[in-house]
């Protein structure tokens, strides 16, 4: 029978953070997830603490860790060095992200023609991040026969001021369509389709020239152009410096709806730093089955298409996302079940889950449900004491945040899902160093 | 919005130079006014048809989707089933586009009464409803979900009916003979002189501006809404508003109309309805149509019942829940503790309010009470009795003509998009809804004929976003296909239009799935949410609450 050392459920920014510390500190580590994650659906940026009231991210740190159960409250201070920690890994995986804690969040407008506040994004939608200066220009470009992205509509609304949440903003905003090389008479295009195209260097060269052309044509210099977020997948870095060098505005990519391939290209950085660190992951796993002795976990058996496959491991990792990412499942009876382990789920009750209006500004009250732990992401009961000693809990399950809301899921993800390696693989005092072999 | 107007001053003396032409004003745009406005066009009366919101926004938007064989009234209520047949009949003539002969089943339970289920098929006989009993195999064959345990089956001719292009047939039909309709305009005031009815005022919904007409005859088709109209002039119309409350599905899991064969209840009939199917229903009095609330109890009890026509109903996937008022009427005399209990006692059945004779007004009529499936009887009656006032003596023609944009006899089945889709090329056609197969083709199609329409109305009328993906993807294109218009167009209020379809599709779908909240659907909720709020800034586009928001009401709609 396979072993790991550490087996981590879901391939998301929690669970891929916490396998690669994990695998750098010498630890055997699996990924097993059902599907991809929110990676694939969201912008791809790294998120910690986006809401109205907060200047920069580490000021949204601050007013967030205030709130009562918070996982900031005992996270919070993680951020920065997990942010560090892991820059390095993204940029090998070819994904540069550009801010910090200290850049102050900028209104950045987006494909709905409305504007998110975000100050850690990736290279390819940076430029979206400095301040307008005065006349200067934006012209959104899209591509004929592409449709999810309309460029009128975007212009549209984003030439009202109201729309940029007070900050600074374009003095004009300019729609253009733009047919790209054997594309114009293609209907069903998606985002990964285009971005496909984009990575083959010659297409990519006419193709860049007839967006040059048309940008040539509209009045005015300067200024920015927003394109789809379709430019490459696996040469983004190529793809970007080629549109940089020879558009005449400095572009940026707006994400789109899903699938997202800044998303795509974020996860696969994420995977390809944890097989560099010796992990895996194996995507299509449902986890059907867990063995336990007491309070310990030892083995996990998924299923796959047309198998069982049962891994004995030393520790389990959960971060199978909340609701969202399907780690935890409301039944139609008002209950909330954390579905790998059954652990013991906080949660309003039934009749409070959902506020009247989608748009409450409190958000929903069901928003915030998820698993309670200790400091060291070990879950718990509803006396606060530890309910398995070789589980940590990371990511969107963890209760107490609006992971969407609050904009905090990533930074979120990435403070618990580094804490959760190093509290699993930490050498415990006066223990023999050797991994696979540790007790936590 | 797109509009055709230049100007809103232009626009306003062009209504009022044609208003005072009007002979006949008609208050409501659900099936039922729409209806009336055609007959009285077609006897030749210049009819002005106004609707507070967009067509098919009340009652009719909010039913159950059922085209009545009459089956389901004939042991309680022989007069209606035997309307409902008769109308059955006379629709898929005229109406065919807008119907899905889908048949339907009625089936004896277990738990239905033996009495009932014997005097079932004498008593759709008695009524002129067609009957025939299959075998239970057979049924089964043909609707595999069905509970095994059921011991009798009845076939007859209930189908599925469409609302909204029924209605748009009838206003087109009304347009040919010389007739107007417009949506967004609130009925808000009439003046009375003594016996009279002498000036109307309307509201325009988006821009506020007020319209003054002067009819020769009101006709109230307000449904659960008359009573409002009525008090107008002083008149008293008492409404019994009914809520019924009814759950989506994502799958089909019947081809046919299912009804239990018991006396009437909640939860015992489900009706497929293109992609989806939809269970209902409930009954509940409500004092104001405009505001009610489904409740989780509400939604777990109709399961519970429908877990009787189908056992696995609750693994089953919901999309949504939404609730209709029935414009139930509540004659003066009949009052009694038992109607009020429970208001499936009160018939179904229409009645004309002459307000001449009843109240002493002579130019009003109200028409209350009926059922979708008889719209078309109802609006003749009213007819009748208006055409009897003023004198005119054009015979009723509603029931041979077939509407215009319908095909005789092709009634429309589950994969038709599907075949107009490949006709148009299949693959790569420019499909913007996925799961009702909406093209672009088909888009720029229905915005040449309504140039002023809504997102809204571009939803009732092409079924954007009404399938299983309730709308997650496509709303968005549809309003980015609407701004490429627009702005072409060079219309100046394309943003605010797009804010208003994302905006009131994510609400709209919010609300739908509130009180269903659970399971895969909120685990979509959820990630729809993502999508929106946290990857795309949707929050961004809120102004502040418009007086309409605050307006709404809580039950969602279809
Ligand atoms: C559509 C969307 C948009 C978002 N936008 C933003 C945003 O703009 N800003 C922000 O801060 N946050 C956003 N979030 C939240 C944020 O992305 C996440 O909170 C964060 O990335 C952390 O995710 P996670 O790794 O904890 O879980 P997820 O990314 O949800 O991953 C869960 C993983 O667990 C797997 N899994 C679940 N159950 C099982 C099981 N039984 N067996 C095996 N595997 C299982 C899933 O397949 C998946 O791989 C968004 C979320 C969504 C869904
Ligand atoms: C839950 C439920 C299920 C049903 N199922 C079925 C079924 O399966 N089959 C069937 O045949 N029938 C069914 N019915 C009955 C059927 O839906 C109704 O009888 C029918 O739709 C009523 O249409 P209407 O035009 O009379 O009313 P409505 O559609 O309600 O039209 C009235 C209109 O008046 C407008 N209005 C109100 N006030 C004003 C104003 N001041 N100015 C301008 N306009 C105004 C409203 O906005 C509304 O659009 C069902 C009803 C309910 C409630």
């Known amino acids: 029978m396979p072993s790991a050392d550490v087996v981590v459920i879901g391939a998301g920014l929690a669970g891929l953070t916490a396998a690669i510390a994990a695998a750098e500190s010498g630890a055997h580590v699996v990924v097993l997830a059902k599907g991809h994650a929110a990676t694939h659906w969201g912008p791809g940026g790294i998120d910690v603490a986006g809401i109205p009231a907060a200047s920069t991210p580490r000021d949204g740190i601050r007013l967030l860790a205030g709130q009562p159960g918070h996982p900031y409250g005992f996270l919070g201070d993680d951020v920065a060095a997990a942010l560090d920690w892991l820059r390095p890994h993204l940029a090998d995986g070819g994904v540069d992200y550009v ?81 790209l090389p054997g594309l114009a008479a293609r209907h069903n295009l998606n985002a990964l389709e285009i971005a496909r ?73 994420l995977r390809a730093a944890l097989i560099r660190a010796g992990g895996r992951v194996q995507i299509g796993e449902m986890i059907e089955r867990v063995e336990r002795d007491g309070r310990r976990v030892t083995a996990v058996t998924a299923a796959a298409a047309a198998r069982m496959y049962t891994v004995r491991t030393g520790a389990l990792v959960l971060a199978t996302g909340g609701i969202a990412g399907g780690g935890l499942v409301a039944e139609r009876d008002g209950r909330l079940m954390e ?58 399950l963890l209760a107490g945040q609006r992971y969407i809301g609050e904009r905090c899921g990533d930074g979120v993800a990435l403070s618990s899902g580094r804490r959760a390696a190093r509290s699993l693989t930490a050498v415990p005092a006066g223990h023999a160093a050797k991994p696979g072999s540790k007790r936590p | 919005m797109i509009t055709q107007d230049t100007t809103e001053d232009q626009s306003e003396v062009s209504r009022m130079g044609e208003a005072h032409a009007y002979d006949v004003l008609v208050v409501g745009g659900g099936a039922t006014g ?92 008695a009524a002129d409803v067609d009957c025939e009993e299959i075998p239970v195999a057979e049924a089964l064959r043909r609707e595999p979900a069905l509970n095994p345990r059921i011991r009798r089956v009845f076939k ?76 107008m002039v002083n008149v008293t119309v008492t409404m019994h508003p009914g809520k019924g409350t009814m759950l989506i599905f994502n799958q089909r899991m019947t081809d ?117 499936t008889t719209f078309r009887r109802m609006a003749e009656d009213t007819v009748d009795m208006v055409c009897g006032k003023l004198g005119v003596t054009e015979p009723c023609t509603t029931a041979d003509e077939i509407l215009p944009g319908q095909v005789p006899g092709k009634t429309y089945w589950l994969g038709h998009r ?14 913007l809804c996925e799961c009702e197969f909406v093209t672009r083709p088909q888009l720029d199609a229905f915005l040449d004929r309504h140039p002023d329409a809504s997102l809204d109305d571009v939803r009732r009328g092409t079924r954007v976003g009404m399938g299983p993906c309730q709308g997650g993807f496509c709303t968005f294109r549809a309003a980015g296909v609407v701004g490429e218009r627009a702005g072409h167009a060079g219309a100046t209020d394309v943003a605010e239009q797009a804010d208003r379809a994302i905006l009131g599709f994510l609400r709209e779908r919010f609300k739908g799935t509130r009180p269903i909240a659970a399971g895969r659907q909120l685990q979509e909720q959820w990630m729809i949410s993502g999508v929106y709020e946290g990857g795309l800034g949707v929050e961004s586009l809120i102004e502040h609450e418009t007086p309409e928001a605050s307006r709404e009401v809580v039950g969602a709609q279809r």
């Not at chain 1, 394109?227 to 572009?251: M, T």
């Not at chain 1, 906080?346 to 929903?364: I, K, Q, S, T, Y």
């Open chain 1, 99 to 179: 801010g910090d804690l200290d850049t102050p969040l900028q209104a950045v407008p987006t494909s709905i023609g409305g504007t998110r506040r975000a100050a850690i994004l990736p290279a390819g939608q940076a430029a979206a991040l400095s301040p307008w200066s005065p006349g200067e220009r934006l012209v959104v470009c899209g591509i004929a026969g592409f449709k999810d992205f309309w460029p009128e509509a975007i212009a549209a609304s984003l030439s009202r001021e109201r729309i940029w949440q007070g900050g600074s903003r374009p003095a004009s905003v300019t729609p253009i369509s733009v047919a």
């Open chain 1, 339 to 396: 579905v790998v382990l059954g652990l013991p789920v906080e949660a309003p009750p039934v009749n409070e889950w959902l506020a009247l209006d989608a748009f409450d500004p409190a958000g929903h009250p069901l928003e915030k449900a998820g698993i309670r732990t200790d400091t060291e992401l070990r879950p718990v009961g509803a006396d606060g004491v530890p309910v398995f000693d070789n589980v940590r809990v990371a990511g969107s």
């Open chain 2, 418 to 431: 599907l075949a107009d889709h490949e006709a148009e090329g299949g693959g790569d056609a420019a499909l």
């Open chain 1, 197 to 269: 195209r984009f990575d083959d260097p010659a297409w990519r060269a006419t193709a860049i020239a007839a967006l040059a052309r048309a940008l040539a044509a509209v009045p005015g210099s300067g200024g920015r152009v927003a394109l789809p977020a379709v430019l490459g997948i696996r040469d983004h870095a190529a793809v970007l410096a080629a549109v940089q060098e020879h558009l005449p505005a400095a572009p940026f990519e707006m994400p789109l709806v899903p699938p997202s391939v800044p998303g795509m290209r974020l996860y696969a950085a």
């Open chain 2, 256 to 372: 046919t109309v299912i009804n239990r064969c018991h006396k009437s209840s909640d939860g015992d009939i489900m009706v497929p309805v293109h992609t989806v199917a939809i269970l209902g229903t409930t009954e509940q009095r409500v004092e104001d149509p405009d505001r009610y609330e489904i409740t989780r109890e509400e939604v777990a009890a109709l399961i519970a019942q429908g877990e009787v026509l189908f056992p696995d109903l609750a693994k089953m996937r919901l999309l949504r829940a939404y609730a209709g008022v029935r414009p139930l009427y509540q004659p003066p005399a009949e009052v009694t503790a038992a109607a009020l209990k429970d208001g499936r006692q009160i018939s179904r059945a229409h009645t004309v309010l002459d307000h001449g004779a009843m109240d002493g007004v002579e130019n009003f009529v109200t028409i209350v009470g009926g059922k979708l």
């Open chain 2, 156 to 231: 007859l001719p209930d189908g599925s009916v469409e609302p909204w292009q029924l209605i748009e047939s009838n206003i087109a039909d009304a347009r040919v003979h010389g007739s107007d309709a417009w949506s967004y305009q609130r009925l808000v005031g009439m003046e009375r002189d003594g016996s009279r009815i002498v000036a109307a005022t309307l509201r325009d919904e988006r821009s506020g501006s007020v319209t003054r007409i002067t009819p020769r005859f009101v006709v109230s088709c307000a449904g659960a809404w008359s009573g409002q109209i009525a008090a």
């Open chain 2, 34 to 125: 729409a209806g009336v406005l055609r007959d009285l066009a077609r006897r030749g009366l210049r009819t002005l048809l106004v609707e507070r919101g967009d067509y098919g926004t009340g009652t009719t938007g909010r039913y159950h989707g059922l085209l009545h064989s009459g089956g389901r009234y004939v042991a309680k209520d022989a007069l209606a089933a035997r309307e409902c047949i008769s109308e059955n009949r006379i629709l898929r003539r005229i109406a065919p586009a807008s119907i899905e002969d889908t048949g339907g089943f009625f089936v004896a339970t277990p738990n239905d009464p033996d009495d009932y289920v014997a005097g079932f098929q004498a008593a759709c006989i």
